[in-house]
């Protein structure tokens, strides 16, 4: 099996981002679009590189997406992409393998014992606020 991306799409637009473990890039890239919420680019290095110290400053910035990266840290999973609360795609992750969701809903089947490591904008609100279930 190749170490890929995969991007699952609807109606021309992005839902999600699968990179499978063991993906590699020759250069820096950025995945996502300089205006989406959450920025992911994959970042390669030569030895000794230093990257400047530096903080980054605070902005205030606004957002009405709700966007969520998973990290697949070891097991299996099933995961399902929902559009407009229609089934578009299932897709399985293995250890090592990253989920961006852009848009759309998700599910998640454990197919074996799984950690995954989560990030969502903040604050959380509560899941009857935050929500719905297709």
Known sequence: MTAKLIKITANKKQLALIIK????????????????PLQLGIL????NYL?????HRQIQKTTHKNQ????LVSGKIQVTFYHH???????????GDILLQLAGGHSFKMLKPSQLITIKQGPYKGTKKEKSFI
């Open 85 to 95: 609360q229609q089934k578009i795609q299932t897709t399985t992750l293995n250890s």
């Open 44 to 47: 390669k290095f030569p030895k």
């Open 21 to 36: 473990s063991g993906f590699q890039t020759k250069k820096n890239q950025f995945l996502t679009s300089k205006n989406n």
């Open 68 to 71: 969520e990266f998973i990290y």
């Open 51 to 55: 990257v400047k110290p530096h903080y």
